[in-house]
């Protein structure tokens, strides 16, 4: 009778064992749906992540992960804690032989710019996230996705929730006027002008600002900017103009004022007389900022404010 006793007591420990290790076998077994809508099977989850852009690399620390590869960058990366992971190029020239080294188990690149490198980058035994970030709302769905594959929803939602929060109180407190920017964006060798249908553009008015260039033409490679028309700008005499670039945004300034110049009228705008250029912080609007998009936000209501003030 204990014999028969023990025999089911060790079954019953067994079974209820099979049910943990299924359980957990569940739980680490997951799939998401990328913003290329791409379906992307994880037998566990990634611990082993790397990524291509500098607002990828916020989020994944934001969500207390790590990172074996990052982005290229001249000085400190924009997390300071990543200083140490293999340095692998960006979205526009991934460094496929040191990606490969790190043994990545994910990677989060940009669509569509990495569309074309997808099977390379699965070559190193990754898989492949695409992600993009246009807009606020493509940055809380970056942080969703990312939080998926790594199992951190709950976190990704609070943090979602904290930027919906800064989104709602500049809805709530309006500025007292309508105030018109116009958005520069150095690129190599040109000038360019930021449509709304930018992130930077997005982030204006999410701030309240009204984009002189709405109504511009979009460029066919870059759709989310306009070729810069000095005559256009004068005639829609924006009360602040702002400058961004990717690296260093002071010499964006320098060549649009060169370019202005040249025109005539562009010295009477109240913009240039008082002074209402400013250069925005790199970290904010010359990338993604990742989660600091909030700051983004709360910088631009600052300078709008200002602007309207002086």
């Known amino acids: 009778m204990k014999l028969r006793s023990f025999v089911f007591f060790l ?26 809508h791409r379906s992307i099977q994880f037998a566990q989850v990634p611990e082993r992540i790397a990524v291509l852009g500098n607002g990828e690399l916020d989020i994944v620390y934001a969500l207390e992960q790590e990172v ?56 190193t035994g990754a898989e492949v996230v695409l992600t993009r970030a246009n807009s606020i709302n493509d940055i809380k769905a970056q942080i969703t996705l990312i ?7 709950e976190k990704a939602r609070h943090i979602v929730r904290g930027i919906e929060k ?14 018109k920017a116009l958005l520069i964006y150095g690129a190599p060798g040109s000038n360019l002008v930021a449509l709304p249908n930018s992130l930077a553009g997005n982030l204006l008015e999410a701030a309240g600002g009204i984009n002189i260039a709405a109504e ?8 989310q900017y306009a070729a810069l028309s000095p005559e256009r700008v004068i005639q829609a005499n924006p009360a602040i103009v702002f400058f961004m670039a990717h690296g260093d945004p002071s010499s964006v300034e320098e060549s649009f004022i060169q370019e202005m ?10 913009a240039v007389q008082e002074g209402r250029m400013n250069i925005l912080p790199a970290d904010l609007f010359g990338t993604n900022p990742g989660t600091r998009v909030t700051e983004a936000i709360d910088y631009m209501r600052e300078q709008l404010t200002e602007a309207q003030s002086e």
């Open 261 to 270: 110049e040249q025109h005539a009228g562009w010295s009477q705008l109240p």
């Open 216 to 223: 511009f033409e979009q460029l066919q490679d870059y759709p």
């Open 68 to 123: 074996v590869a990052r982005p290229t960058s001249q000085g400190q990366p924009v997390v300071a804690e990543a200083d140490q992971a293999e340095q692998i190029g960006s979205y526009h020239e991934v460094d496929i032989e040191r990606l490969t080294l790190t043994q990545p188990d994910v990677v989060f690149a940009n669509d569509p710019m990495n569309q074309k490198d997808v099977t390379a980058i699965e070559g």
């Open 166 to 179: 800064t989104e709602k109180e500049m809805v709530d407190e309006p500025l007292h006027t309508e105030t």
């Open 11 to 36: 079954f019953g420990l067994l079974l209820v064992g099979c049910q943990a290790t299924n359980a957990d076998s569940e739980q680490a077994s997951h799939g998401v749906t990328d913003i290329a």
């Open 147 to 153: 939080g998926e594959v790594v199992q951190q929803e």
